[in-house]
């Protein structure tokens, strides 16, 4: 069979594909790589990946692109499922005999609630990574002899054994010759990155223990599982000869920093190219890690510093400190990294004053730039368990009818509502502090290129404002 693979269309600039760790549209737009369709998309000969939200792509157009295809593999999320078996019911209907194939990892955890909400449209669930999975199925293997899927047949669910996590890493192809075949290269944005940018990993799986992290506990593992140093830099070798307009690669691993060895050998291999790069790191990696990295170009680095109060950290099994917090913080300002803050309103324990220490926090850090989420129990992590055995849920709507963010946690203390709105407090004091802008406008006189970038982000907030005041929505 000839796969296509579809990050299907859902709202404006959504990024809810298979490398979103938050499905939502955001108030300056920002894309990640659908790095996980972009795998077996690699293995499969006539395969083709389109990542509708980035492309432009109506459901018009995605059936007609689907019409030419034997099997569609789609990557949906919790709060786009209904609207991703709606699409493959479009597709069913245009061409009946089209394999329908869910992947992710809502669908690895409820399978047979998925296979069930989908009947009669769905035909097949991928649990857990899929990569191999694809490749099986569209060879033409015996459904009943492929690990890791769900799958209707004569009326009834059937479940194969699970399939193992991917140890050899380095066996899998490149993906970079993917994005270039298939996607458009300069339409991925990250604000906070140089663009454009591109995304791979050097890794999978994450040996932390926090309870709201998607990935490690439905999907990728808290198992670490890396790629040799030199079969990275092969596929860094040839984005740099292959891709010339990228200005900075970013490593999207769970955790980069996870194992400082693979870490500290990765940026031995980087340093000859001379590129730009960025990670995602806890704020307990060390400074000789740091300072090594530094010198072989990393630039940048995305930190989960979820919270300013030490409980919180406790509830949430972050393991890592305020202390250990300010002490990274402190060697990435020495070393000359920028620093992108993450931090997540009404993890448990959330209060007024918690809210307020935590924004306290982030200014005292005095962070390049930050990003403030809600907290959003998904199924299959320890938060969700908890949430539902406390009775903290109130809402199944992840997201607004426009792809935006909603807060579905309502603790007996604190409501959603508050929680809701202490994000947008949480940017106005962080980004409005006479220092912050000060040093912003510095930049932008001295720097022409950012300033036009930070122009651009600024005609996006204010049209994303007068969408959400038109909605009737409070600004």
Excluded at 437 to 458: A, Q, S, Y
Aim: proline share 6%; glycine share 6%; charged share 25%.
């Amino acid at each position: 069979m000839k796969p296509l693979f579809l990050n299907p269309p859902t709202y404006e600039d959504f990024d809810g594909g298979a490398g979103a760790r938050y499905q939502a549209s955001r108030e300056v737009t920002s894309f990640w790589y659908p790095t996980w369709l972009c795998f077996p998309a690699g293995m499969i000969d006539g395969s083709r990946v389109v990542d509708a939200p980035v492309q432009r792509f109506d459901l018009d157009a995605c059936l007609a692109i689907a019409a030419d295809y034997d099997m569609v593999v789609m990557y949906t999320s919790t709060p786009t499922l209904s609207l991703d078996i709606e699409t493959a019911r479009r597709i069913k209907e245009r061409k009946p005999a089209m394999v329908t194939v869910l992947t992710g990892p809502h669908v690895t955890v409820l399978p047979e609630e998925s296979l069930r909400q989908g009947e009669g449209v769905i035909d097949i669930v991928c649990r857990g990574e899929f990569d191999y999975t694809t490749k099986e199925l569209c060879e033409g293997r015996e459904w009943e002899k492929i690990d890791g899927i769900s799958f209707w047949k004569d009326g009834v669910i059937h479940h194969t054994p699970d399939r193992p996590p991917i140890q050899d890493l380095d066996a899998l192809p490149f993906v970079a010759p993917v994005y270039k075949r298939d996607l458009p290269i300069a339409e991925y944005v990250i604000p906070h990155f140089k663009n454009p940018y591109v995304s791979i990993y050097s890794s999978r799986g994450c040996p932390s223990k926090c309870i709201y992290c998607l990935w490690p506990q439905t999907f990728s593992g808290r198992a670490m599982r890396t790629r040799s140093p030199q079969n990275v830099y092969e596929e860094v070798k040839w984005i740099v000869d292959n891709i010339p307009e990228m200005r900075e690669l970013s490593f999207d691993d769970d955790t980069f920093t996870a194992d400082r060895r693979h870490a500290r050998e990765v940026a031995a291999k980087l340093k000859p190219l001379g590129i730009s790069w960025t990670i995602n790191a806890r704020a307990n990696c060390d400074y000789e890690t740091l300072k090594i990295m530094r010198e072989a170009g990393l630039r940048h680095v995305v930190v989960g510093y979820e919270t300013g109060n030490e409980q919180i950290l406790k509830n949430i099994k972050k393991g890592v400190t305020k202390e250990q917090a300010i002490e990274f913080t402190r060697n990435c300002k020495k070393l000359g990294l920028s620093v992108h803050g993450a931090f997540i309103m009404g993890l448990p324990g959330e209060t007024r004053d918690t809210i307020r220490e935590t924004i306290e926090f982030a200014k005292a850090l005095d962070l390049n730039s930050i990003q403030a989420s809600l907290a959003s129990p998904y199924p299959g992590t320890e938060f969700w368990d908890l949430c539902r055995q406390e009775g903290w849920i109130a809402s199944d709507a992840y997201i607004d009818d426009t792809g935006h963010q909603m807060c579905v946690i309502n603790y007996p203390h604190l409501s959603n509502a508050e929680i809701f709105n202490a994000v947008e407090e949480f940017y106005d004091k962080f980004y409005f502090r006479p220092k912050f802008i000060l040093r912003t406008v510095m930049k932008m006189i001295t720097d022409g290129e950012e300033r036009r970038k930070r122009l651009k982000e600024g005609k996006q907030y204010l049209e994303y404002m007068k969408k959400r005041k038109a909605a009737g929505h409070s600004c």
